[in-house]
Every structure is written in C-alpha cells, then in structure tokens.
C-alpha cells in the first residue's frame, strides 16, 4: 500500500508520449485492408424533394465502386433520433441533408464521384429566419435536459411594474459551432455479420446501441472502438449521420469503408447551438434587491426534431426573487436539427442574465460583485432545496482579491492609455451536478498491476488518467500500476461523455470496483491466485438516487479588456476564472479544461459567429477560415483558481464537473468589461467593431 495520494496529483496525461508520437490513432487513422473511401453528397436546396439523380456520369468514373440514394440504399429500422434517418426517402427538410453516396477506391475519386452526379429537385418554399415574433413559436413541455418549458413563481407582472428599479433589456446570440479538432468521421467493417466502427464519438455504447437497432443486429453483433476522440464539445455525444452511412456502404459493396467529413459539411449535420433570443426583466429595490426576475428565450428547432437550448434554466438557479418567470419558445424552422454544444442552456443563458446583472448594477449605482452578493439564495429559488454547497460568494471575494478588483474605477468610460479605453468586467457561473449510470471492472495480477475496464471516452480531458488516479488511491498503490481499458463497446458499458458528467458517473463505478476488489483481497487473505482476481462495480443505484439538495458547481470570471476608441477592436489582455467544483481530482487537467473553457467564451464574446442565409437556408460561415475561432495570438494571460470544497453529496471522490462551467459566464465579463471600458452596452454577441463604433459616434 502507498503512502502517496494519488488524487489531487497533478498527473501527466497516460496517453500523452501517443499522441505527441503519433501512436494514438484515431477513427480516420483506421485503415482496413481493401477499405474504400465514402463522400456524401449534400442537398442544394433549403426544402424540398429529391426528383432524381443521374449517377452514370459518376459510375463511369475511374475508382467509383457505387453511388447510394433512397432509390437503392438499403432499408433501415427508424431510429429515436430522425436525423440519423438519411438515405431512406426523397424528402429534404433542409440544405446539406445528405441526399446520396459516393463510395470509391480513393478520396480523390469519391470527389470527383460526387461531383459528377446530377441531381434534381422540387423546391418548396422554406423559412429559416428566427425572430422574437414569430408565429411558429410555442412553449414546449419541455427543454433539453427535460427541464420544463416554463416556471413561474409569485405574481411576476405585479412585481415587475411596482418595482421602483427596472431593467428590461434584450439579449441575442447567433448559431454557434462546435467545430472540434478532430472531424466527424466512421470506418466501418462487416466481417461474419459483426459490424466493427472506429468511431469518433463522446459515447460508443450508445453508438454500439444505436447501430445494432437500425441494422437489425443484437448488441453482441457490434463494436465501436472509440479509443482517442480529437474533441466534440456535444457535438459528437450522439451518433451522427455518417457512422450511418459508412456502415450502410461497407454492407453494401461488402468492403470496409472510410468516411471523414469535410470540415464545411459538418455544420448542417453534427448539431448546433441554436440561437438564441433573449428578454430579461429585472425589477429591485432602491438597494438592489431583486423583488422580480424574467427571463424568457425564443430559439429554433428543426422542422424533423425538437431540440429546445434550455438558456432560461439557469436564471431558476442563480438569484433570490419572491417573483419569477422562465420561459421558452420554440420555433421549427427549415433549418438543421440543433443539438449540444458545451455547457448547453448554461452558455447563452448566464450570458443574457449576467449581463442584465450588469446593468442593474449601474443603474443602482452599486459596484457588481456587491450587487450579486446582496441577492444570494439561502435555497434553489425554483425548487426549494437547499444547496448541498453553494461556493459563489467566495468565488466572487477570492476572485476579485487576485484580480485586484479593487483598483478598478467604477465609472464607464474612465481609464485610457492614449486611443485606448480599458475596461473590467465580472459575472458568475454556474452548471448541474449530474451522473449517469457505468460499469467498471478491475483486476489485479500477483505482479501488483491492476487492469480497469470500462467504456468510458477520453475526449481530450485526460479522463483515463483521472480514472487512473482514482482507482491507485482506492486500492493505494500509484497510477502508474493502473492500466486503464476505456474507449470500446465490447468493455463494461458506460454513460457518454457529456454534461461534465464523466469523471462523476465513471469515477463511482471504477471506485466502487476497487473496494469491492480490496474486499477480496481480505477473503484471500492477500495471496492472490497465479490468474489473479476481478471485481466489478457501478453507478445504476446513484444515478436513480433523488436527494433533497440542488447540486451545483459555481464559479467567477474576470476580465480586462482594451478597446481602441478609433478602430473599434477589442482585446482582451487577461483572464481569471475562479471555481468552486468539488474536490479538484488533477490539478493539470483541471486547469486545462477551465482554461479552455474560458477561451471558448472569448470566441463566443469576439470572434466567433455564425448565420442562416435567408435565401439560400445554410450556415454562410461552415469552415475555420470564415466561422473565426480564438487563436493564440487572440487568447492573453488566462488564469484559473479554485476553492477546495467539502460536499458530502455528490460522490465517493467528492467531485463537481468541470469540463463546461469555465465557458459558462466568460462572454459575459467580456461584454461587461467592454461597457465598463466604453460605456457602451453591445446585446447582441459577437462585440465587433462595427457596433462599438456606431456607439462611440
């Protein structure tokens, strides 16, 4: 037994000479044996049905092996999720819904394939325009994550107009992308009617699941080998389209096939964050005290599924008010399914809330901070339940402390250094403690290692080395003993990696397996057998368990911005985030997650941008060169800090997730820090020099 805490080390990653090497492959680095490469083909209208494709030209083509279309794909079971639904029947419910396949000896000549096919249409007229009016809109029974579509307390309205201090302010925010490092991307191959996928995907047991389902097969029948995933931020937490079709063409031409989107396809097919209309109404007391809180979202769906951003979800979370109403509208549009994007709900909605915050506390004359702090809960407002730890106030005082808050001159507009106005900025943060149900399996050989196998995903976090970490600290021996088996359907099954839910809900099952491991130990007596002994453990019973506290992580962002008063540019020059998440379980890989975080927020704030063009139904901004995201010379000195919090409620390692809060509230801070520098309020993100400029005259 060691003497050494392997929590709370700040490991290096296990993986991390593989991938800096090379070694790590990932789901496009797997080529079969006579594997042949797939290209669809998008749809080039916005509405419609497909009235024929001519695939001679491309059949004739040197390499091209088939073209698949609803006349001659293979036919599937209907899937939960309709997106995944492609190739099955004419209709296109909107531009760049996959309309057909190119399957060839090369890349290069799935292109040209694809070029060369002709396709017709019957066009319809389409809508893909969001407004705060528009008549589509309904209240769903639900938002995402099951949330209800609305809440209210108390008489809102009342409340609101007898409020001696008013703010009523909109907020919007365009489609964002999740644009991960790594494409979508699937190789499929058949073999004694076993389908094996290498799949870039955030979660391979649904994958595996969902597969055998619309191809007919039993589980058994399927793997999915999701060993390294170059990123997903959402958008890979469900299977995606091509996984569908690279399965469907290797069946067909009865050879494995590869199938990597390209970058532009992606946008319309992986998921998105929906945009995102927002009224917040804020009524206080001449002291700031809130006495009525509205927050009302309008966002689109598609017109095949309803996905509903669940932004208004967390203003039921964040501050004391008797009266409240959250309510979201929903709208479907021919436009492509929204889906996760990290810190869905949480991102856009702290966004509009926090800067109404802001805008509050100008206009009580009080400094933000105390602002907030004069309106912390003693409960969750909506719910009732006490906070089982609630470590916001501290952020905001041991934040500000490091920031050095204190120096800052409350007046907009007041510090320059030449053309230069320099502003700060603060707003909160905030994401659920949620856990999902996983199986673990460890086992220990005469030598002192130990083997861990569950199907969770790394992602990019360093999850299987804090997976490591937590079973050398249960079973006291040090990480480098532990070799951890994650990223395989064919392992202990697992929840997917999402909603910063993965260290929770694996970390239970690989922790309870290990004491059940040490418990058989003791019934040995300590001599193992030559084979060795396993045990197993999992998360079912805590994922359905209901406790009577709203678990939370919080945390505060700070940011100093430079905006030059002729050009209108924005910089930010640094960035601190301070946390309270449980017990940090990797100090390296903890930093990582809440910096990058952060840098998503600043693209969010700055950079990053996307629109549906009216008349033609797409994404105008679908690749890096015109959807701009951070890049080093945009990001300055990012800084993360975090509390050491007790919770007796959350798990056996007393973690909080991590992985999402550090975007959430970072646009925020930036948007606010640019009113302070300017005195200009910009409510619709990006902050780009052409709205500050028309406000600075």
């Given at each position: 037994m060691s003497t050494q805490?392997?929590?709370?080390?700040?490991?290096?990653?296990?993986?991390?000479?593989?991938?800096?090497m090379g070694a790590a492959r990932y789901a496009a680095e797997h080529t079969p044996p006579g594997c042949a490469h797939a290209r669809p083909v998008p749809a080039s209208i916005a509405r419609g049905r497909v009235a024929g494709v001519n695939a001679a030209d491309a059949l004739a083509l040197p390499g091209v092996i088939a073209v698949l279309t609803h006349e001659n794909a293979p036919r599937l079971s209907p899937p939960d999720d309709p997106t995944l639904f492609v190739l099955q029947d004419p209709r296109v419910p909107h531009r760049g819904w996959f309309v057909a396949l190119v399957v060839a000896e090369t890349p290069e000549a799935a292109l040209e394939g694809a070029a060369a096919l002709h396709i017709?249409?019957?066009?319809?007229?389409?809508?893909?325009?969001?407004?705060?009016?528009?008549?589509?809109?309904?209240?769903?029974?639900?938002?995402?994550g099951g949330f209800p579509g609305a809440s209210e307390r108390g008489s809102?309205?009342?409340?609101?107009?007898?409020?001696?201090?008013?703010?009523?302010?909109?907020?919007?925010?365009?489609?964002?992308?999740?644009?991960?490092?790594?494409?979508?991307?699937?190789?499929?191959?058949w073999r004694d009617g076993r389908l094996t996928l290498h799949y870039s995907s955030q979660g391979s047991t649904t994958a595996r699941d969902v597969a055998a389902a619309m191809f007919g097969l039993d589980r058994g029948q399927v793997t999915v080998v999701s060993e390294h995933v170059g990123g997903g931020f959402g958008s890979k937490g469900t299977p995606r389209p091509e996984m569908v079709l690279a399965a469907m063409a290797a069946r067909e031409?009865?050879?494995?096939?590869?199938l990597a989107l390209p970058r532009r396809m992606m946008a319309p097919v992986v998921g998105h964050r929906a945009p995102t209309l927002h009224r917040v109404r804020l009524g206080a007391d001449a002291d700031g005290v809130l006495t009525a809180l509205s927050h009302e979202v309008a966002t689109h769906t598609s017109t095949i599924k309803e996905f509903v951003e669940q932004a208004a979800v967390p203003a039921r979370v964040m501050y004391a008010s008797p009266n409240s109403r959250t309510v979201h509208r929903v709208a479907p549009l021919d436009v492509p399914s929204p889906s996760w994007m990290r810190a869905p709900g949480e991102a856009p909605g702290m966004y509009a809330l926090e800067s109404a915050m802001d805008e509050l506390a100008l206009l009580v004359g009080i400094d933000p901070i105390e602002l907030r702090l004069r309106n912390e809960p003693d409960v969750e407002p909506d719910s009732g339940r006490p906070f089982s730890s609630r470590g916001l106030p501290d952020c905001l005082r041991e934040g500000a402390r490091r920031f050095g808050w204190d120096r800052r001159d409350p007046r907009p507009g007041a510090t320059r250094e030449g053309h230069l106005l320099l502003g700060t900025g603060v707003a909160a943060a905030t994401y659920p403690v949620l856990l999902g149900p996983s199986q673990a399996e460890v086992h220990a050989d005469p030598d002192g290692t130990y083997r861990v196998r569950i199907n969770a995903t790394d992602i990019g976090t360093g999850a299987r080395t804090v997976l490591g970490q937590i079973a050398?600290?249960?079973?006291?021996?040090?990480?480098?003993?532990?070799?951890?088996?994650?990223?395989?359907?064919?392992?202990?099954?697992?929840?997917?990696?999402?909603?910063?839910s993965g260290t929770a809900s694996w970390g239970t099952a690989v922790h309870k397996a290990c004491l059940a491991l040490?418990?058989?130990?003791?019934?040995?007596?300590?001599?193992?057998?030559?084979?060795?002994?396993?045990?197993?453990?999992?998360?079912?019973?805590?994922?359905?368990e209901v406790l009577p506290y709203a678990r939370h992580a919080f945390g505060a962002h700070f940011a100093e911005v430079q905006v030059d008063a002729v050009t209108g540019e924005t910089r930010v020059r640094r960035l601190l985030g301070m946390y309270a998440a449980g017990h940090i379980l990797n100090p390296r890989t903890a930093r990582s997650q809440f910096i990058g975080g952060m840098t998503m927020g600043?693209?969010?704030?700055?950079?990053?941008?996307?629109?549906?063009?009216?008349?033609?139904g797409d994404f105008a901004e679908s690749d890096l060169a015109a959807y701009h995201v951070p890049t080093h010379a945009d990001v300055p000195t990012v800084e993360a800090y975090w509390l050491d919090e007790e919770d007796p409620y959350l798990n056996p390692m007393g973690s909080k997730g991590i992985g999402e809060i550090g975007i959430v509230g970072t646009a925020a801070a930036i948007a606010n820090a640019v009113c302070h520098a300017t005195g200009v309020r910009v409510r619709d993100l990006p902050v780009t020099p052409d709205k500050l400029l028309a406000g600075l005259g």
């Open positions: 805490h392997a929590l709370g080390a700040p490991e290096a990653r296990t993986e991390a000479l593989d991938k800096a017709t249409y019957d066009i319809e007229a389409h809508d893909v325009t969001l407004t705060a009016g528009h008549s589509a809109l309904y209240v769903p029974d639900e938002a995402n809102f309205d009342t409340a609101f107009a007898e409020a001696p201090l008013r703010v009523d302010a909109r907020y919007d925010i365009g489609p964002l992308h999740n644009h991960p490092m790594e494409p979508h991307a699937c190789t499929a191959q031409i009865r050879r494995p096939v590869k050398a600290e249960v079973l006291g021996t040090r990480p480098d003993n532990v070799h951890m088996d994650i990223g395989n359907s064919d392992l202990p099954s697992a929840s997917l990696a999402g909603g910063s040490r418990s058989r130990f003791e019934e040995l007596g300590g001599q193992l057998p030559a084979e060795g002994v396993s045990a197993r453990g999992d998360s079912a019973e805590e994922s359905r600043l693209g969010m704030a700055l950079t990053e941008h996307s629109t549906v063009d009216r008349l033609f």
